[in-house]
């Protein structure tokens, strides 16, 4: 499975920003999508994940904040950034929990992030 995702950049304290991930791959079964983000000396943590029968969970930091929406036919996952705070600086990881033609378990996927710089 890989993931591609885009919608990273440069944006000013207080605005939004949208990114997108799509999976692909020999997918039996999607379970999930979301976003973890990571900043250097930290570990990953938990954005928004969201399942495959649409419950939603998010960071308290980002509630009210971040929404985020899926596409479980189609393998993609939003998440709309809004009120962005330079706090949200960080490299954004897009994740997949697809259980595949191959092997026929759950495993987590990992794309390769998109950096986030908001700016005070």
């Known amino acids: 499975v890989q993931l591609q995702a885009s919608g990273g950049g440069l944006v000013q304290s207080g605005g939004s920003l949208r990114l997108s991930c799509a999976a692909s791959?020999?997918?039996?079964?999607?379970?999930?999508m979301g976003w973890y983000r990571q900043t250097p000396g930290k570990e990953r943590e938990l954005v928004a994940v969201?399942?495959?029968?649409?419950?939603?969970v998010y960071a308290d930091s980002v509630k009210g904040r971040f929404t985020i929406s899926g596409d479980n036919v189609m393998h993609t996952v939003n998440l709309q950034m809004t009120n962005l705070q330079p706090g949200g600086t960080a490299v954004y990881y897009c994740l997949a929990d697809m259980t595949t033609t191959q092997t026929m378990y759950s495993y987590r996927y990992w794309g390769e992030g998109t950096l986030v710089t908001v700016s005070s």
């Open positions: 969201v399942s495959c029968d649409g419950r939603t």
């Open positions: 791959g020999s997918i039996f079964r999607e379970n999930a």
